[in-house]
């Protein structure tokens, strides 16, 4: 019978920390750890950061821009997730869950209501990306647990019936093991997957 392993994944403006957990009579073992880039390396320069990049340009292409990147962005963040499920996913390894972090849910503005307000622009794009994340789990065909990052730890601390902090000493001791990076992401990100795994 296949191992069970979980996903977990923090987005940032253009890329996610990835964290690939097994769980195996109560200890924790990293399968996998990456960087998943969900730009292209060209496009880098607006795609990062669509709305502000969009900002001052007529409202027809700014409307324009905003959406390539919202396009782009969820098409790389399918591909790039299929290659990671590929080289993760075996006989042996089942991938139960994929965790994703959350933010806190926005108002359902149009382009123009972001662009008009500064604050809303760096909300929409930390919003981009993770759902762009939590739609390629979907494409995926596999199981998504959505988790507000801000409640992270209470999440952690009721799925997995500990403390926070103990459940975050055993995360961080994963580093002995996998060696670096192992920084707040990674463990943000495997925090997340263990909270899959017992989803």
Excluded at 60 to 76: L, P, T, Y
Aim: hydrophobic fraction near 50%; glycine fraction near 6%; charged fraction near 30%.
């Amino acid at each position: 019978m296949a191992a069970q392993i979980a996903l977990g994944l923090k987005a940032h403006s253009g890329w996610a920390a990835l964290v690939a957990l097994a769980e195996e009579h109560g200890e924790l073992a990293v399968v996998e750890r990456q960087r998943v880039e969900l730009i292209e390396s060209a496009d880098a320069h607006w795609s990062k950061q669509p709305y502000h990049a969009a900002e001052g340009l007529d409202p027809s292409d700014r409307r324009d821009v905003v959406k390539r990147g919202i396009d782009a962005a969820r098409r790389i963040a399918v591909r790039e997730l299929r290659a990671a499920v590929a080289g993760i996913a075996s006989e042996k390894r089942r991938i139960a869950a994929c965790a994703v972090l959350a933010g806190d849910p926005m108002p359902e503005w149009t382009i123009d209501e972001i662009l008009a307000v500064h604050f809303r622009m760096h909300k929409a794009e930390g919003e981009l990306f993770r759902d762009a994340l939590a739609r390629a789990v979907g494409a995926c065909n596999l199981k998504l647990v959505p988790i507000p990052e801000k409640r992270l730890d209470e999440q952690a601390a009721k799925a997995l019936h500990a403390s926070a902090s103990s459940l975050r000493a055993r995360v961080g001791a994963l580093a002995k093991s996998v060696g670096p990076p192992w920084g707040k992401d990674q463990k943000d990100a495997a925090l997340a997957a263990w909270i899959g795994l017992r989803s």
